[in-house]
């Protein structure tokens, strides 16, 4: 019996028993197996009654537990049947057969059959992730510290050293090989790898393919990389290269595990939350990790290390979380409290809603606060924001889809009122937000140099996201621990949190410029310095409860209205500079997905002109050159002179080809790529250029090469003038002052027109 | 997800929509007073969501006579300023 | 203004149109309202609140009581719409079913799954419609694979109304 110790790698079902790969001390590799059966549970069905609470419900005449024990007695896998007692969330108690199936391959193939069989009972258990049931059972999750007892290569015991909520986990030293094409497959066919490890960094030609497979094989057999890291691994490199294996008949251990198969997907459209969703195909492997920088959720945001967090986090595999939305991982995290403590994980959503009147609808089926901001330039505002809102409601109120009580409100404050006993979500959000909490403590007091600060940073954005989704995961109609109660719960809070913070603010005399779901700005005479805002800070947290966090002094910012009309204010769109220098913009042409990089850049660079000038008496000269600067980008786009690249759009396709009836221009690029051959399908993200003549739009990824001179010039002139009016707008006053001929070249911009008129301006220049 | 009805801004469109008829048969001049009144409702959206009034109309209205009321305010107060330089 | 008469009692009325919550249903619900409580139950998120309570209004000064028993339930998907119904008791108020077959139109979910969900929705709707007036209201399939739905709704059904729009647009004749 040996004892090891390392880094808990990954656990898969092999085809008996579980396979598990552990990152020893030593440095070795080991590849162990450990029995694991698995179980999986049958009731008779749950309806939800007028009252909202679970009841029984006889379903025609085929829920008989009985005749599902003599069809699971027999089918050829090995499993032991029970009567058991096991709590579902709403229901609580309730009798239900056990399913133990010995080998977990088996489970998902046998559950299968099984709902088919019996369509009308109801499932639990049945569909979760190997990995939780495993981290549910011994506590160990990806990437942990944990010490193995072995008999040979068969495993004893497992515990585990360390833990998710840990700020400084001790990482595992991970070999990591990297393969990227040398081009975008997608736009143009590659002609060689770029290949890195260990130091190293060449090209190799794909031709000849016999060296590439050969030299290919070896570094995977020497260099045994733990992590495969690719471009396009999952849609394009990978496929490339086990086709090319399979054309040769040369061998390519991508895998790590001999007896493992590689995992592939296929590429899926779905919708969900009201969107497309597209997600390319996936190539995984066993005993070894691929990632697809290109396929892998969030990656631009936070990289390997935000992976890795979200595995330990999750406890969901590392391919896996790499490549599923945050929406999978809040799931996860909540199947695993929900086994942890013994609850039935339902296979399916049952909660209908409990009846409402009319009057009870009414108030409570609305979003967050959404106010219209006092549109103009503004000096010395501070923002402050309640951290992680939705979540902290949740954690701090306790509501959960089992502890709201349906049609219940409290007498004084009006708001739905709650069970006492700790709820689901609560638990499972609990240690999250803690962490958060902590890790963004820790970067605030931490050097520009510290070593930690960029792993800090992905985590922390990991943990953004799986927050952000655990509130619209409430009331998502499939969630299984959804429930719509729940999530109007957390909004009723929400406001009033809101209204508490606006009305603390007034009591401490700051006048409220603009409020936000989860944020409120505010200003006042004499008050420019974070310290002259920790009262209202303490104010807020006196009455809600509720953790808040000062964003940042801005040193102006300016709040914009419509373009179409100046007097309509437009909530969440404004920019501004805070006064260490940070901008922060929402809701322009730069935080658009679809804008050009064009626009963007040139928008960027005009904020950042701006953001130099300190006080009033700098303005005139920062707009001076960004008028200077909007004529020399017009001149440079009129005269051919901007690369086509940076005038790519990008368009999603909202749905399949045909099923449009007058095409957009994503659907126009999508039928000239699908016309040489390339499919795309809906929710994916088209690029295109906009070219003079019909039919106007030229999908970027065609054969040849965008000619220049096609560019529908005067398209980009107007998305540019629109970019440089949002940012002139709130400056217009100035500009009468200093000159109206300052802006000849810009005749067709609507309202600036008519602000330059002295007696139709409302606005002042700060306010 | 779950929601049923419509934003406070699609109601705002939707009362005003159905003014369209009256609208259409006003003088020009009086069609341009009539936005600046629909105008001033807009600048009370969240207010007017968060009273869940089952007629909504009944609160833009609210709002557009809370904003006639502020200008009325703000011109009497530049009306007396005038008057006291006057003397 | 097409008019729907009230359902008879101990019987499925079923209504298609293309808006499964349009002018002739707010309207009849706006009447039975104003008679005692009810239940609306809502399969394809399209409660027209706003435009019941003013069509409440033009009936009653007293909408509060109004607002105050009218009961609204909504189900999400096919799965919610079944366990919807199985927790309904059948009681001697009208049940209007909003848009009972939008969440069966979702191509996501296998045709036969449907089927099967709908023969034991239907089973529940007739309990229901034992004690009470019920009326249904669909709009037609998105794609001809799932007409059978409607067609098999409407075999079960005691009276069907059907709206259909013009097949070729009205066209303005000139003045001169």
């Given amino acids: 019996m040996a004892d090891l110790t390392g880094w808990f790698l990954d656990v898969y079902a092999g085809e008996k028993d579980l396979t598990i790969w552990l990152l020893g001390d030593e440095g070795k590799r080991h590849c162990l197996s450990q029995p694991f059966p698995v179980t999986f549970y049958a009731s008779t069905p749950l309806g939800t009654g007028a009252s909202g609470r679970t009841v029984r419900q006889a379903r025609g005449d085929a829920f008989d537990l009985r005749s599902a024990w003599r069809w699971f007695s027999a089918q050829p896998e090995p499993v032991r049947l029970a009567r058991a007692e096991r709590r579902d969330l709403f229901a609580g108690p309730t009798t239900v057969l056990a399913v133990e199936v010995r080998h977990p391959a088996d489970q998902p193939g046998l559950f299968r059959r099984a709902a088919q069989a019996f369509p009308d009972l109801t499932w639990y258990d049945a569909d979760i992730p190997l990995a939780l049931r495993y981290s549910a059972a ?244 501070a923002e402050v924001d309640f951290v992680s809102m939705y979540p902290s409601i949740m954690a701090h109120f306790n509501i959960s889809p089992e502890t709201v009580l349906p049609g219940k409100r409290d007498t004084e404050t009006g708001l739905p009122v709650t069970r006492p006993e700790p709820g689901l979500v609560p638990q499972t959000l609990q240690p999250l937000l803690q962490k958060r909490i902590a890790l963004k403590s820790a970067l605030m007091g931490m050097s520009k140099w510290d070593s930690r600060r960029k792993r800090y940073q992905a985590a922390a954005s990991a943990h953004k996201w799986l927050l952000v989704t655990c509130f619209g995961y409430l009331g998502y109609k499939n969630a299984r621990f959804g429930r719509i109660e729940a999530h109007e719960a957390v909004t009723a809070y929400g406001r009033e949190a809101l209204l508490r913070a606006k009305e603390a603010a007034e009591a401490l005399g700051f006048e409220v410029l603009h409020l936000y779901v989860d944020g409120m700005w ?146 126009i690029a999508g039928q000239q790529l699908a016309d040489i051959g390339k499919i795309m399908r809906p929710g994916q993200s088209m690029r295109l250029v906009f070219t003079r003549g019909k039919p106007g739009v030229r999908a970027w990824d065609l054969d040849e090469e965008v000619d220049p001179r096609t560019v529908d010039v005067a398209y980009y002139s107007t998305l540019m003038r629109r970019a440089v009016e949002t940012m002139i707008q709130p400056f217009t006053p100035v500009i009468s002052v200093v000159s109206p001929a300052l802006f000849v070249e810009a005749p067709n911009l609507p309202f600036l027109g008519r602000l330059l008129e002295p007696k139709t301006v409302r606005l002042s220049v700060f306010r | 997800m779950g929601r049923t009805l419509p934003s406070a801004t699609q109601t705002f469109l939707q009362e005003q929509e159905s003014f369209s008829r009256f609208r259409r048969a006003l003088r020009r001049s009086d069609q341009l007073a009539l936005d600046d009144l629909f105008v001033s409702a807009r600048q009370h959206l969240a207010a007017a969501a968060y009273a869940s009034h089952a007629l909504p109309f009944e609160t833009f209205l609210l709002a557009m006579l809370l904003e006639e009321h502020k200008e009325m305010m703000r011109l009497r107060e530049q009306f007396e300023q005038l008057r006291s330089k006057n003397g | 203004m097409d008019i729907l008469p009230i359902p008879p009692p101990r019987s499925l009325t079923v209504f298609c149109s293309p808006s499964a919550a349009g002018e002739p249903v707010i309207e009849l619900i706006a009447g039975l309202a104003l008679g005692g409580p009810l239940t609306i139950l809502d399969g394809g998120n399209c409660f027209p609140a706003y435009r019941l309570l003013r069509a409440v209004r033009t009936r009653t000064t007293n909408l509060p009581a109004v607002m105050q028993r009218v009961f609204v339930r909504r189900a999400f998907t096919c799965h919610q719409m079944l366990a919807m119904l199985e927790g309904t008791s059948s009681l001697p108020q009208p049940t209007i079913l909003l848009n009972l077959l939008s969440t069966f139109y979702d191509e996501q979910i296998p045709e036969h799954e449907t089927c099967r969900l709908l023969e034991s929705c239907l089973r529940q709707v007739e309990r229901l419609a034992q004690n009470a007036p019920v009326l249904v209201t669909v709009t037609p399939p998105l794609t001809p694979e799932r007409a059978f739905l409607v067609e098999r709704l409407s075999a079960r059904a005691g009276q069907l109304f059907v709206l259909e729009l013009p097949a070729s647009p009205v066209l303005q004749p000139s003045l001169f």
């Avoid at chain 1, 990389?225 to 090319?244: M, N, V």
């Avoid at chain 1, 406890?315 to 999978?328: E, I, K």
């Avoid at chain 1, 409860?545 to 709040?559: E, S, T």
């Avoid at chain 1, 809701?587 to 002109?609: H, K, S, W």
Wanted: proline share 8%.
């Fill in chain 1, 522 to 667: 505010v200003k006042k005479a004499g008050s420019k310095t974070p310290a002259d805002f920790q009262p209202l800070l303490d104010e807020i947290l006196e009455r809600t409860g509720l953790p808040i966090a000062l964003d940042g002094v801005y040193r102006w910012v300016a709040f914009l209205s419509s373009r179409v009309d100046v007097r309509i204010p437009v909530a969440n769109r404004y920019f501004g500079v805070f006064q260490s220098g940070e901008i922060k913009a929402r809701g322009i042409e730069l935080r658009r997905r679809d804008t050009p990089a064009f626009v963007r850049e040139t928008q960027q660079a005009m904020l950042e002109i701006l953001a130099k000038a300190s006080a009033a008496e700098g303005l005139p000269e920062a707009l001076t050159a960004v008028q200077a600067l909007f004529r020399k980008r017009l001149a440079e786009l009129k005269s051919g002179r901007v690369p086509v690249e940076k005038l790519i759009v990008r368009q999603t396709l909202s749905r399949e080809l045909a099923r449009y009836r007058s095409p957009s221009p994503a659907a």
């Fill in chain 1, 138 to 381: 011994f506590g160990v999750f990806p990437l942990a510290r944990c010490r193995v007892e072995a008999d040979g290569s068969r495993v004893r015991a497992i515990t585990p050293l360390d833990s998710p909520w840990d700020l400084d986990p001790v990482p595992p030293p991970l070999r990591l090989l990297t393969l990227e094409p040398d081009c975008d497959p997608s736009h143009a066919e590659p002609k060689g790898i770029f290949l890195s490890y260990n130091g190293h960094r060449y090209r190799q030609p794909f031709e000849p393919a016999r060296a590439l497979l050969v030299n290919l094989r070896s570094i995977l057999e020497r260099y045994d990389s733990d992590l495969l890291l690719t471009a396009w691994g999952d849609t394009w490199l990978l496929p490339r290269l086990l086709k090319l294996s399979e054309e040769t008949g040369l061998p390519l251990p991508l895998n790590r595990d001999p007896s493992g198969r590689i995992t592939r997907k296929d590429q899926r459209t779905y919708y969900a939350y009201g969107q497309v969703i597209y997600r390319g195909a996936q190539v995984h492997l066993a005993g070894r990790w691929h990632i697809d920088a290109c396929n892998a959720v969030m990656y631009h945001d936070y990289g390997l290390e935000g992976i890795f967090e979200l595995a330990r986090v999750t406890g969901l595999p590392v391919q896996t979380v790499a490549r599923t939305s945050p929406g999978t991982g809040i799931s996860a995290m909540q199947m695993a409290t929900a086994l942890r403590q013994g609850v039935l994980v339902p296979w399916r959503k049952q909660q209908a809603e409990a009846p409402k009147s009319v009057l009870d609808l009414v108030r409570s089926d609305m979003g967050g606060m959404v106010y219209q901001p006092t549109v103009g330039l503004h000096a010395d505002v």
